[in-house]
């Protein structure tokens, strides 16, 4: 249900949400568990005819994500976040705080760097800069080879 912009989960849907549980051998409890939401797929599944193949699919992700979230009454915005959302903001806040493309890849599993790189490259952007300020201190200092130490750390562990 929409109020003022919002979607909210009120007492109107929680009562609906206990009436499809206790129409399918649930414990009406109105929250919507993983066990409520197994039935509403099911629901779906029947009433997908017309629907393209691309909005099956938008559905069958939708559900899935879902299916992994319980909501209760008062659960407000609950449909314009998704699992997915949290994991671009989880990869945003690793990239901000300094972690490299192959730490960013090992935490979301991705198979390849080149994956990680193409999806969040602009946050990487910043990378070259702060290069750039090292090697020219660097230089500036007259020592090759070395790093200033006001490199930021993942700049200062230079291989040998």
């Given at each position: ?7 909210v989960?009120d ?7 206990r ?5 399918h ?5 109105g929250t ?14 029947a009433?997908?005819?017309g629907?393209?193949r ?8 939708l559900?899935?994500?879902?299916a992994?979230t ?7 915005d609950?449909?314009?976040l ?9 990869a945003s ?50 020592a ?12 200062r562990?230079?291989?040998?």
């Amino acid at each position: 249900m929409r109020t003022a912009g919002r979607t909210v989960y009120d007492d109107v849907l929680a009562g609906r949400v206990r009436r499809l549980q206790a129409d399918h051998g649930l414990e009406p409890t109105g929250t919507c568990g993983p066990e409520t939401w197994a039935v509403l797929a099911e629901l779906d599944k029947a009433h997908r005819d017309g629907l393209t193949r691309g909005q099956k699919v938008s559905r069958t992700r939708l559900l899935a994500t879902l299916a992994r979230t319980t909501l209760a009454p008062g659960a407000e915005d609950f449909d314009t976040l998704t699992l997915h959302d949290l994991r671009h903001t989880a990869a945003s806040l690793a990239i901000a705080g300094g972690a490299s493309v192959k730490a960013v890849q090992r935490l979301l599993g991705h198979e390849s760097p080149m994956l990680t790189l193409s999806t969040y490259a602009g946050l990487f952007e910043d990378d070259l800069d702060a290069v750039g300020e090292v090697m020219s201190a660097g230089f500036a200092a007259g020592a090759p080879g070395t790093v200033p130490d006001a490199a930021p750390a993942r700049l200062r562990a230079v291989p040998s």
